[in-house]
């Protein structure tokens, strides 16, 4: 298999789940919707994907080859998704508060 396809497999194989999960992500909930919450939910799916590629490429180096070369992408997979899981809820949790019009 060819190198960079190989340090990318998760990525190449999570990418179809990672359009699901952004589409919910950025429909719901429907309101309030503007250009503030527009750029604030592609700023958010932008940190968690490059997060998920930091991780696995992190996983993949600090996986120990004693258990086979599918180990590295055993534990790629797992951490990136965590990871991806991780910065995509605490974007939905901080969304809310970021986006409330400022009091007077």
């Given at each position: ?8 497999l ?5 990418l ?12 719901f ?12 939910d ?51 949790a ?6 409330q019009?400022?009091?007077?």
């Amino acid at each position: 298999m060819n190198a960079q396809v190989e340090l990318n497999l998760a990525l190449l194989l999570f990418l179809p789940w990672f359009l699901v999960l952004g589409v919910l992500f950025c429909v719901f909930p429907r309101q309030p919707r503007g250009a503030r919450r527009v750029l604030y939910d592609m700023a958010s799916l932008a940190l968690a994907v490059a997060a998920f590629v930091l991780s696995i490429h992190w996983a993949q180096q600090s996986a120990d080859p004693g258990h086979g070369r599918m180990w590295a992408q055993i534990l790629a997979t797992a951490t990136g998704y965590g990871v991806f899981l991780a910065v995509l809820g605490m974007a939905f949790a901080l969304r809310g508060r970021m986006l409330q019009p400022p009091r007077r």
